[in-house]
């Protein structure tokens, strides 16, 4: 059984869910070109847990939004699943996006005159899934069982974030992105944030944040470091393939 659950974790460890193949986005504003993002290449395999940093302006929340399907790039290209996103259709764009990837915005997105409950199960609209069970498990993961009925008003920041991250993981993604999850938290709240993240990497999410938060970005595995564009440095763990040594080592 042992073994089993090794080879299950040496398998995922090699499976690539995202690439990002020269990614560029380039803004003009009159007579000014902005390139948010030039060129940056990189892959991340299922199971990861990576931080992306760098001052303000770098283009991680660019980064982050084409990561997610929420936008496209000016050139270059994101393959999910081996799959490539050019060309598809905004239909296909959005399918692909609720299938694959839970994104938690800057300030929380939730809406104000819904309760919790109904917050977490909104993205489930336009899904199949079960959404009252799963919202249930949700609650209890990010431990607002005693909250469902609160508006978000009612909330303190922590608990809207943790309602926020519960919301990303409704429609069951293999892939949560997160734009400065712990920006508008107290130290406290910040820490049951990242706590939050490694018990949900640990369970097989692959966890991608933005962050300012050197706490945060510390207790990543993997550390991509951003500036003017391009991707500065990446501290990428290794994989040894072979038979008997598929263990991570950075
Ligand atoms: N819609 C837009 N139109 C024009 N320029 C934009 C747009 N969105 C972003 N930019 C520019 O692209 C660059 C990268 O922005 P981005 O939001 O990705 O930075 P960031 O690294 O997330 O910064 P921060 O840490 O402040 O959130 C910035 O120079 C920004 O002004
Ligand atoms: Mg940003």
Redesign the pocket.
């Known amino acids: 059984m042992i073994n089993r659950i090794v080879t299950m974790k040496e398998a995922a460890a090699e499976t690539i869910i995202i690439e990002a193949k020269g990614l560029t986005k380039l ?1 003009r ?1 009159g007579a000014y070109e ?1 390139h ?1 993002l030039d060129n940056v290449s990189f892959s991340i395999r299922e199971g990861e847990f990576l931080s992306i940093v ?1 001052p ?7 980064l982050l939004q084409l990561l997610g399907c929420m936008d496209t790039p000016s050139s270059g290209e994101m393959l999910i699943d081996n799959q490539s996103t050019k060309g598809l259709s905004d239909a296909k764009l959005t399918r692909l996006r609720r299938e694959h990837v839970g994104f938690v915005f800057q300030g929380f997105g939730l809406l104000p005159t819904l309760t919790v409950m109904e917050n977490i199960v909104l993205p489930t609209l336009f899904s199949r899934r079960n959404a009252q069970s799963t919202a249930e498990e949700l609650l209890e993961t990010v431990g607002l069982s005693s909250r469902r009925n609160h508006r978000p008003h009612e909330l303190s920041g922590g608990e809207m974030q943790r309602a926020a991250i519960a919301r990303a993981l409704i429609n069951g993604p293999k892939l949560l992105l997160a734009d400065e999850p712990t920006g508008n938290l107290d130290s406290t709240n910040g820490a049951a944030i990242i706590k939050l993240f490694q018990k949900l990497n640990r369970d097989g999410l692959t966890v991608v944040v ?1 962050t300012h938060n050197s706490t945060l970005a510390e207790s990543t595995r993997r550390v991509i470091s ?1 500036r003017d564009g391009k991707i500065e440095s990446d501290s990428q763990p290794v994989f040894n393939i072979g038979s008997n040594s598929n263990h991570l080592s950075i």
């Open positions: 803004y504003r902005i948010a760098g303000s302006g770098a283009g991680k929340t660019t933005v951003m």
